[in-house]
């Protein structure tokens, strides 16, 4: 009896947690949405309201067009973009504000959340008309959590030049400036100093591996499931360029940064206006933030990374592809 006993209090026990998590979760609900749905006393950004229809197919319905999220490939040229931003936040009547960032761009579903209360929280404070917002995470669907989406924005580069580039960035700053989650180990120090002894001895930090998870592009346009992480996996694939259809206006192309800022200046005027001009008079070179003593990839190595990163590279050209045609409808003023 006693036995029986202590199952039945095992199993009520149990039922009163689930209970707990269940409350939990509906009021972390309700805090966020009472949060993030309050009127603005400006009438401006305001909040980012219930989605009508969380279907990508009726997308526009499903918009926040007065919110800018720019959720940043690393070294892709993310800073020049971001510096922009802060120079025409003036003069365009918006605010750009930077998030937390962390050194985990995939998030649970909790810290999804988390990420949604604090964009809440800066709108409310917010006065501006329009804000943007940055942080290298990955895709958001904000509308699956009831929230309108914003308008999304990124920035990629040639996989191979990214791999370099964050390669030798990770010899002169190994961890930038971001928040450390619990669980999370440092990497080991780097052994190589360039990336062709890196791929000669197959260190796991140079070897990219079909169906093993790496933070390349792709995942910032395909979200936090485990699967977008997968290295040549095709869902991850199509699913980028479903969300960067419905859900990005503009994805520039580093190596074409002329052609990125002439669309972006075209289709997202009420944040990037007059950007053209700016970023001739203030910034020397495309390049801005380009890492100058890096030495440049070998044939070789290129040749490996290119044949092992076929997805990447299927993404990059279909941005190319699209940049390319978007540029093409836009009549610049001659001069």
């Known amino acids: 009896m006693s036995g029986s006993g202590g199952h039945i209090r095992l199993r009520l ?21 009472h949060t993030l749905f309050r009127e603005h006393p400006g009438g401006s950004a305001g ?27 690393p070294k892709s040229g993310s800073e020049m973009l971001v510096l922009l931003l802060q120079w025409l936040q003036g003069q365009n009547t918006f605010r750009h504000i930077r998030l937390r960032n962390s050194v985990r761009r995939y998030l649970s579903h909790g810290e999804q959340l988390d990420l949604a209360a604090e964009i809440g929280e ?23 959590l009831g929230l309108k989406m914003p308008v999304y924005l990124n920035l990629i580069r040639d996989p191979v030049e990214k791999a370099a580039s964050r390669f030798y960035y990770s010899r002169v700053t190994p961890r930038p400036g971001a928040v450390t989650p619990a669980g999370y180990h440092l990497p080991a120090p780097p052994r190589f100093s360039t990336l062709e002894e890196c791929v000669a001895a197959h260190d796991p930090e140079c070897v990219f591996i079909s169906g093993q998870k790496y933070d390349l592009s792709i995942p910032y346009f395909c979200g936090h499931e485990e699967y977008c992480r997968e290295l040549n996996n095709k869902a991850a694939l199509n699913t980028a360029k479903r969300h960067v259809e419905h859900w990005y206006p503009v994805v520039g192309i580093l190596e074409d940064i002329n052609s990125t800022l002439a669309v972006l200046q075209d289709r997202l005027p009420s944040f990037f206006d007059g950007v053209l001009e700016l970023y001739y008079n203030q910034l020397l070179a495309p390049h801005h933030n ?22 990447e590279y299927e993404f990059y050209d279909f941005i190319r592809q699209r940049l390319s045609l978007q540029y093409q409808t836009i009549k610049l003023p001659e001069g």
């Open 47 to 73: 909040s980012l309201p219930l989605a009508a229809n969380s279907h990508p197919e009726d997308a526009s319905k499903s918009i926040n067009d007065r919110m800018l999220f720019f959720n940043r490939v």
């Open 290 to 311: 380009r890492n100058r003593h890096r030495p440049r990839v070998s044939e070789e190595v290129e040749q490996i990374f290119r044949k092992n990163l076929t997805t």
């Open 13 to 33: 026990t149990c039922v009163c947690l689930a209970l707990a998590l269940l409350a939990y979760v509906g009021l972390t609900q309700w805090a966020l949405g």
């Open 122 to 144: 800066k709108i409310f404070e917010s006065a501006e008309p329009r804000l943007s917002f940055d942080r290298h995470v990955y895709f958001t669907n904000f509308s699956t």
